[in-house]
């Protein structure tokens, strides 16, 4: 089955920074929007911030606004997500997903493939 391959995540402080990576297939990097996306112990999914195929368009949940950076790199098919000022509440496993298609549309809404999942953790 094809995946994306996620890595970069880690422990940090609060105030620190991670960066992370997400690798897709050229087929599959081309033609969607990327989204990621969170899930803390005993909460929902959450949407953390989508680019469009064509990084014309991002989008940021309303928690992580400000203080992360969605940002495609074509030559080596790569999406990162920059997340700085992090806090307690960023403790998560952050997935990478493709998107529906090729646009964000006002949200971060999952396609057909995903990554297996990286851990961030925040702590002192």
């Known amino acids: 089955q094809v995946q994306l391959v996620e890595s970069g995540g880690g422990l940090v402080q609060p105030g620190g920074s991670l960066r992370l990576s997400c690798a897709a297939p050229?087929?599959?990097?081309?033609?969607?929007?990327i989204g990621w996306f969170r899930e803390a112990p005993g909460k929902e999914r959450e949407g953390v911030s989508c680019?469009?195929?064509?990084?014309?368009?991002?989008y940021y949940g309303d928690s992580v606004k400000g203080r992360f950076t969605i940002s495609r790199d074509n030559a080596k098919r790569t999406v990162y997500l920059q997340m700085n000022k992090l806090n307690g509440e960023d403790t998560a496993v952050y997935y990478c997903a493709t998107g529906r298609g090729s646009e964000c549309r006002n949200g971060v809404h999952p396609g057909d493939y995903w990554g297996q999942g990286t851990q961030v953790t925040v702590s002192s």
């Open positions: 050229g087929a599959i990097f081309d033609i969607y929007a």
């Open positions: 680019i469009s195929s064509s990084s014309d368009t991002t």
